[in-house]
């Protein structure tokens, strides 16, 4: 075991397969001699030369098409986003290609790609730096999407997509990045991609989240346990596949549902999942089913950004209020 932050775990994955599997190229802005803006692919180049590890010209839309060509003839690419908010001009790749390759060709050529990139705010980044644009990818059938909350789910889950035979969409939480320390197997291991994990169990309330507001969660469950209350804490981990299950189970023991999102509230993830709960928990719901979401605004700019983001004392506010109900 090593103890590893986000940054070191995903380089570690990257590093693994890129040993093992000669097929696998690594490329993107500033992803090869620099290492990133967060240094995650840092000495990757240094270690695998520059025909399998190397820099991009500024063109989201190239980067991925280029991508698409690269699966067609047998490759696995792995291209990095310098920041999820940069993806828009590569949507056309992505909705029209990778995403549908597989099933116009019936079969015959897989998008077997990886697109990785930093995802929401929390650093005081400037405007297309702190986006959760999960929901935008989420309604497109094709693709894959992960979101890990810790270093040891960051590296299990990233070797899953590296080897999966269907694109996927890996946004890294950059305020996790190097927020969290934890002990990580060296070895290679894989977890289940469409798996939720239950962190914590508790009866009083079910409360999904994911990324960087996971720790907000984490932090009001502990004030809620002070006057009483057992909060159950389950992290989505995956986005599609959607482990509708594992949540649906968990209310029909609690009887309350929070979710708890970093993006806007409206026609999002959280969304979805309450319509999971209503659907599949209903004549056990002892309170609303509610969300919990950044506003229905782009994030501020540094000096406001704070105003966006919600604290765990706000979580706990909706815990109360869902309780008391």
Same mark, same amino acid.
């Given at each position: 075991?090593?103890?590893?932050?986000?940054?070191?775990?995903?380089?570690?994955?990257?590093?693994?397969?890129?040993?093992?599997?000669?097929?696998?190229?690594?490329?993107?802005?500033?992803?090869?001699?620099?290492?990133?803006?967060?240094?995650?692919?840092?000495?990757?180049?240094?270690?695998?030369?520059?025909?399998r590890v190397f820099d991009t010209p500024l063109a989201e839309s190239g980067i991925v098409g280029t991508a698409v060509g690269m699966c067609m003839v047998g490759l696995r690419p792995v291209v990095e986003i310098q920041f999820s908010g940069f993806i828009f001009p590569a949507f056309n790749q @992505?909705?029209?290609?990778?995403?549908?390759?597989?099933?116009?060709?019936?079969?015959?050529?897989?998008?077997?790609?990886? @697109?990785?990139?930093?995802?929401?705010?929390?650093?005081?980044?400037?405007?297309?730096? $702190?986006?959760?644009?999960?929901?935008?990818?989420?309604?497109?059938?094709?693709?894959?999407?992960?979101?890990?909350?810790?270093?040891?789910?960051?590296?299990?889950?990233?070797?899953?997509?590296?080897? $999966?035979?269907?694109?996927?969409?890996?946004?890294? +939480?950059?305020?996790?990045?190097?927020?969290?320390?934890?002990?990580?197997?060296?070895?290679?291991?894989?977890? +289940?991609?469409?798996?939720?994990?239950?962190?914590?169990?508790?009866?009083? @309330?079910?409360?999904?989240?994911?990324?960087?507001?996971?720790?907000?969660?984490?932090?009001?469950?502990?004030?809620?346990?002070?006057?009483?209350?057992?909060?159950?804490?389950?992290?989505?981990?995956?986005?599609?596949?959607?482990?509708?299950?594992?949540?649906?189970?968990?209310?029909?023991?609690?009887?309350?549902?929070?979710?708890?999102?970093?993006?806007?509230? $409206?026609?999002?993830?959280?969304?979805?999942?309450?319509?999971?709960?209503?659907?599949?928990?209903?004549?056990?719901?002892?309170?609303?089913?509610?969300?919990?979401?950044?506003?229905?605004? @782009?994030?501020?700019?540094?000096?406001?950004?704070?105003?966006?983001?919600?604290?765990?004392?706000?979580?706990?506010?909706?815990?109360?209020?869902?309780?008391?109900?």
């Amino acid at each position: 075991m090593a103890v590893m932050n986000m940054v070191q775990a995903i380089g570690n994955a990257l590093s693994i397969k890129l040993a093992e599997d000669h097929d696998i190229l690594l490329f993107g802005e500033d992803a090869g001699k620099e290492g990133g803006v967060f240094r995650v692919t840092e000495n990757l180049q240094q270690q695998f030369g520059e025909a399998r590890v190397f820099d991009t010209p500024l063109a989201e839309s190239g980067i991925v098409g280029t991508a698409v060509g690269m699966c067609m003839v047998g490759l696995r690419p792995v291209v990095e986003i310098q920041f999820s908010g940069f993806i828009f001009p590569a949507f056309n790749q @992505i909705v029209s290609h990778v995403a549908r390759l597989h099933n116009r060709s019936r079969g015959r050529y897989k998008m077997r790609m990886v @697109i990785r990139m930093p995802w929401g705010g929390g650093i005081k980044a400037a405007e297309h730096h $702190s986006e959760s644009i999960e929901s935008f990818l989420a309604p497109m059938p094709g693709l894959k999407i992960v979101i890990p909350s810790t270093p040891y789910d960051a590296k299990g889950l990233l070797i899953s997509a590296l080897e $999966s035979d269907d694109p996927v969409i890996f946004f890294e +939480p950059t305020r996790l990045y190097r927020a969290v320390k934890q002990e990580v197997p060296e070895a290679k291991f894989a977890l +289940p991609m469409g798996k939720a994990k239950v962190l914590q169990e508790g009866k009083h @309330i079910t409360i999904v989240s994911y990324g960087g507001v996971l720790r907000e969660v984490q932090k009001a469950a502990v004030l809620a346990k002070k006057q009483g209350v057992a909060v159950e804490i389950i992290d989505l981990r995956t986005i599609v596949p959607l482990d509708r299950d594992t949540i649906a189970n968990s209310v029909r023991k609690t009887g309350r549902f929070l979710c708890a999102v970093e993006g806007p509230g $409206s026609f999002g993830v959280a969304a979805e999942l309450m319509s999971i709960v209503v659907e599949d928990t209903f004549l056990s719901l002892e309170a609303p089913p509610t969300r919990l979401a950044g506003f229905d605004t @782009i994030v501020p700019y540094p000096k406001g950004e704070h105003h966006y983001f919600y604290s765990a004392e706000r979580v706990f506010y909706e815990i109360k209020k869902l309780v008391e109900y």
